[in-house]
């Protein structure tokens, strides 16, 4: 049966036009939007006119002065640029069926917009313009060291005079600046943003895809925190080698429960040791007992269970492949896809953890502790793995996550708990648990990877 997204029922393209002067968050928005919406299996891309003007523009001097509104050649350059950027989305939506196209620059003038917008009505696509106003002079100098001075606009020029030039960029795109206004824009759809998130423009949101952007991108905010994850302890099915169920720790896994506490305490780092943080877990024995040594708030969610393997519940794979060997060569040929009989599939899975992911966006410091197809689909929203590859992925026992976001970035650390436990990984091909081969390569490089692309 062929799986249906929110694209396929409504049968919408949209094309989400940044607007904003710099250093307001755009492109951090527009990579957010393009991880959650991929994640969901809804085509997205990002088109930043900022890497088309710098290769464009490659040979140009890229000052401040460059951005002057009456500079004719950088002009003339943004131009090129922009013509690029949406010459190549209108082709992905076209060839490559793209559903959401963002067109991340600062289109900060009317007359821009309105180019874009007839473009967009020529072609049948639905404008959302996604405006980040912001006037809090702190948050822009803290966002400019963040990510300005790095930027490959900047290279070998120093911290303080790359913070000078691009805060003169940003005046001179002040001189021309036009915000979004609910009557002098009145017939647009669009969202502002004011100040992050203290104050929420909408104007003529109309279908559902648009809506779901929206609301994402309102539970967005970026103060600092961090995310755990972990599976439980050691149960007594992962012993036997059975999944799904509703067993108890086993003694190892009680012995990592125990640990828990000291490893999260560790992982904070002595200045942040009073911090306060929420444990989430499932509603299922195993993650409540690795819980149950931790002193803060505790919260369970039905949506964190475990993969729900319907008639294989409580089966080891050997049985599965002996009793329903069709199944079990399915599940292995599309691992992503495949729904057990009478259970779930890793796409159900992701579907019934989109509230989770809604509200670990809008809160601060959370521990989750799960399971193992559920934390492989937590981890690829944060990781943007591909969907091919996260069923795939070894997330190993007795080993904390820590995931801290950055601007444009995930940090790893794992934290291991020099506790035994046995292997639940099922490498393809074979009904026999071990060590991973290649899950766990794919695990090490993502720890490592820096998922952002180009700042600017
Ligand atoms: P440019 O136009 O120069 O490309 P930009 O608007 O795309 O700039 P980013 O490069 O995305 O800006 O800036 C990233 C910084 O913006 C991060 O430090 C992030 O914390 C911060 N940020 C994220 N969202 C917002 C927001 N809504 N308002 C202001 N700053 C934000
Ligand atoms: O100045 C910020 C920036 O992202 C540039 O890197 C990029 O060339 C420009 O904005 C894109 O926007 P515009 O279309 O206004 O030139």
């Not at 001179?172 to 969202?191: G, H, P, S």
């Not at 992503?336 to 009478?342: D, I, K, P, V």
Request: aromatic share 10%.
């Amino acid at each position: 049966m062929p799986v249906y997204s929110i694209s396929h029922v409504e049968n919408v393209r949209v094309c989400v036009v940044m607007v904003g002067l710099p250093a307001r968050g755009k492109s951090l928005i527009s990579q957010k939007i393009v991880r959650y919406l991929s994640w969901l299996s809804i085509k997205s891309r990002c088109f930043n006119v900022g890497s088309y003007r710098r290769e464009i523009a490659k040979d140009a001097v890229i000052d401040a002065e460059f951005f002057d509104p009456l500079n004719t050649e950088g002009l003339h350059y943004r131009q090129q640029a922009i013509d690029a950027a949406i010459f190549d989305m209108m082709k992905w939506f076209t060839e490559e069926n793209g559903v959401v196209g963002i067109l991340d620059a600062t289109n900060s003038t009317r007359k821009r917009r309105e180019m874009i917008l007839r473009l967009c009505r020529e072609n049948h696509i639905e404008p959302l313009f996604l405006e980040s106003w912001c006037n809090d002079k702190e948050l822009i100098l803290q966002n400019i060291a963040d990510v300005k001075t790095t930027s490959p606009d900047y290279i070998k020029t120093p911290n303080d005079i790359a913070t000078q030039d691009f805060l003169k960029r940003i005046e001179f795109y002040e001189t021309v600046y036009e915000t979004m206004d609910t009557a002098k824009d009145a017939n647009l759809t669009f969202i502002k943003l004011v100040n992050v998130n203290s104050q929420i423009v909408l104007n003529r949101i109309e279908t559902y895809l648009e809506s779901r952007i929206v609301y994402y991108v309102m539970n967005l905010h970026i103060k600092p925190r961090s995310i755990w994850l972990s599976r439980h302890g050691e149960s007594e099915f992962n012993l036997t080698g059975q999944i799904g169920g509703d067993a108890n720790l086993s003694e190892r896994g009680w012995r990592y429960a125990k640990k828990l506490p000291d490893l999260v305490l560790k992982s904070l780092g002595e200045e942040l040791k009073h911090t306060n943080l929420t444990v989430w877990t499932s509603t299922l024995k195993r993650t409540q007992q690795t819980a149950s040594f931790l002193p803060y708030k505790k919260l369970q969610w039905k949506a964190l269970d475990e993969l729900d393997a319907g008639e294989c519940d409580g089966m080891t794979y050997e049985e599965i492949e002996e009793r329903f060997p069709d199944d079990f060569k399915a599940r292995d040929d599309d691992k992503y896809e495949y729904r057990y009989r009478g259970g779930e599939s890793y796409r159900d899975i992701v579907i019934r953890l989109e509230p989770i992911i809604m509200e670990l966006e809008r809160q601060e410091n959370i521990l989750i502790i799960t399971h193992q197809a559920v934390l492989r689909c937590l981890y690829a929203y944060f990781m943007n793995v591909p969907q091919e590859e996260s069923p795939w992925m070894s997330i190993p026992l007795h080993t904390l996550i820590k995931l801290e976001p950055r601007a444009y970035s995930t940090l790893v650390t794992r934290i291991k708990a020099d506790i035994p436990a046995v292997s639940t990984y099922k490498e393809k091909g074979t009904s026999q648990l071990g060590e991973a081969k290649t899950g766990e390569l794919i695990f090490k490089s993502r720890d490592l990877i820096n998922n952002s692309e180009e700042a600017l």
